[in-house]
Nanobody
Framework: QVQLVESGGGLVQPGGSLRLSCAAS????????IGWFRQAPGEAREGVSC????????YYVDSVKGRFTISRDTAKNTVYLQMNSLKPEDTAVYYC???????????????????WGQGTQVIVSS
């Protein structure tokens, strides 16, 4: 089993930036991708971005393309989400999860084998 711990959330003004981190421990060789998902109050969880651990290939939902960047540090078993030009509609609890897939019009999802972190709150407000 893989354990995931997110950090880096907080309150930021519109147009500002945050960097989220997702640190993995445990059986870190058991997953092939890690992604970021978010859930705003009263809304369904949405896949935001996903990165392949082996080759670094990345996927984004259209609403964050050009503003968010996902990256990985394999030596630290950590995945980052750099969020720039934040908007109030980016406000949500952000979760990381293993074994994500998809992208484009089909969205980003998590396989049944995936593990989830506990989430970190991001609030974009003036």
């Amino acid at each position: 089993q893989v354990q995931l711990v997110e950090s880096g959330g907080g309150l930021v003004q519109p147009g500002g930036s945050l960097r989220l981190s997702c640190a993995a421990s445990g059986f870190t060789s058991d997953y092939y991708a890690i992604g970021w998902f978010r859930q705003a109050p009263g809304e369904a969880r949405e896949g935001v971005s996903c990165i392949s651990i082996s080759d670094g290939k990345t996927y984004y939902v259209d609403s964050v393309k050009g503003r968010f960047t996902i990256s990985r540090d394999t030596a630290k078993n950590t995945v980052y989400l750099q969020m720039n030009s934040l908007k109030p509609e980016d406000t949500a609890v952000y979760y990381c999860a293993t074994d994500c897939y998809g992208g484009g019009r089909y969205g980003i999802h998590v396989a049944e084998s995936g593990s989830w972190g506990q989430g970190t709150q991001v609030i974009v407000s003036s």
